[in-house]
């Protein structure tokens, strides 16, 4: 770390060996069509951005800062670059560079094989988007299109949960009509209500839902993207929640 410079909190990594090995396998393969396009092309970018997210996934970031490996990837690209190259020179740098990349994902997969646990490296995991949310948002996520894929997710729940209660509102009243009990019979219900803690399960079912308003709301209406893998799967996975408790819900309708 350069003198002078505060260190920031170290973040350990977020994903097992062998789900960084999996992510790190389909990086690879991409980059066999990656090293074909321009160095200027915005695939590239998009590629090196995800790489390095999955990277930082698996070797964290010790002190708020890229771990050597994730650095050593970085540099991989760039090293060798030097103003008044032609746009063919630096072409064929950039294969070069890329060519280097190959290598060292290799290496780090042999790396992490070598640290995951044998039970690990060989069950797959278990766990499986709502086929809805699998539906509107699983390629896109794949593809790393994930605030995309976030966006989906949130207004098919918003629409289930319209459809299911037969009310026409939207965002924090269809909410409130659809799920709240005090001084009403619920819409949509998830336990008979007779408790204290039944209510607060409710309420706090309620306030899952509404989250996924705000949060619909506020992918809607910025600009902002983010390229964490893990994060959009999390949105993901709190989607395709909500779609499991719309379907073992009781359905309250007003005849």
């Given at each position: 770390?350069?003198?002078?410079?505060?260190?920031?909190?170290?973040?350990?990594?977020t994903?097992q060996?062998?789900?960084a090995?999996?992510?790190?396998?389909r990086?690879?393969?991409?980059?066999?069509?990656?090293?074909?396009?321009?160095?200027?092309?915005?695939?590239?970018?998009?590629?090196?951005?995800?790489?390095?997210?999955?990277?930082?996934?698996?070797?964290?970031?010790?002190?708020?800062?890229h771990?050597?490996?994730?650095?050593?990837?970085?540099?991989?690209?760039?090293?060798?670059?030097?103003?008044?190259?032609?746009?063919?020179?630096?072409?064929?740098f950039?294969?070069?560079?890329?060519?280097?990349?190959r290598?060292?994902l290799?290496?780090?997969?042999?790396?992490?094989?070598i640290?995951?646990?044998?039970?690990?490296?060989?069950?797959?995991?278990?766990?499986?988007?709502?086929?809805?949310?699998?539906?509107?948002?699983?390629?896109?996520?794949?593809?790393?299109?994930?605030?995309?894929?976030?966006?989906e997710?949130?207004?098919?729940?918003?629409?289930?949960?319209r459809?299911?209660?037969?009310?026409?509102?939207?965002?924090?009243?269809?909410?409130?009509?659809?799920?709240?009990?005090?001084?009403q019979?619920?819409v949509?219900?998830?336990?008979?209500l007779?408790?204290?803690?039944?209510?607060?399960?409710?309420?706090?079912?309620?306030?899952l839902?509404?989250?996924?308003?705000?949060?619909?709301?506020?992918?809607?209406?910025?600009?902002?993207?983010?390229?964490?893998?893990?994060?959009?799967?999390?949105?993901?996975?709190?989607?395709?929640?909500?779609m499991?408790?719309?379907?073992?819900?009781?359905?309250?309708?007003?005849?």
């Amino acid at each position: 770390m350069p003198k002078g410079r505060s260190q920031g909190e170290t973040v350990p990594p977020t994903l097992q060996p062998h789900q960084a090995i999996d992510l790190l396998r389909r990086q690879l393969e991409q980059l066999e069509e990656i090293i074909k396009l321009h160095h200027r092309n915005p695939k590239v970018a998009a590629w090196e951005s995800t790489t390095v997210s999955i990277l930082d996934g698996a070797f964290g970031k010790p002190n708020g800062e890229h771990e050597e490996r994730t650095r050593e990837f970085e540099r991989a690209r760039n090293h060798v670059w030097h103003s008044g190259m032609s746009d063919s020179e630096f072409q064929s740098f950039y294969v070069k560079g890329q060519e280097t990349r190959r290598a060292l994902l290799q290496a780090y997969i042999d790396q992490l094989q070598i640290l995951a646990p044998p039970q690990a490296a060989n069950v797959p995991d278990q766990y499986r988007f709502h086929s809805e949310i699998e539906k509107v948002s699983g390629q896109l996520y794949r593809d790393g299109h994930y605030k995309a894929s976030a966006l989906e997710a949130y207004i098919r729940v918003i629409t289930e949960v319209r459809q299911r209660s037969g009310l026409s509102e939207d965002g924090d009243r269809l909410m409130n009509r659809a799920f709240a009990y005090e001084n009403q019979a619920p819409v949509i219900q998830f336990n008979s209500l007779q408790t204290e803690e039944e209510r607060d399960e409710q309420k706090g079912i309620m306030f899952l839902y509404k989250g996924i308003v705000g949060l619909r709301n506020s992918k809607a209406h910025s600009n902002r993207l983010f390229n964490d893998p893990n994060r959009a799967h999390d949105y993901l996975a709190l989607a395709s929640l909500l779609m499991r408790l719309l379907e073992i819900a009781q359905i309250n309708r007003a005849n």
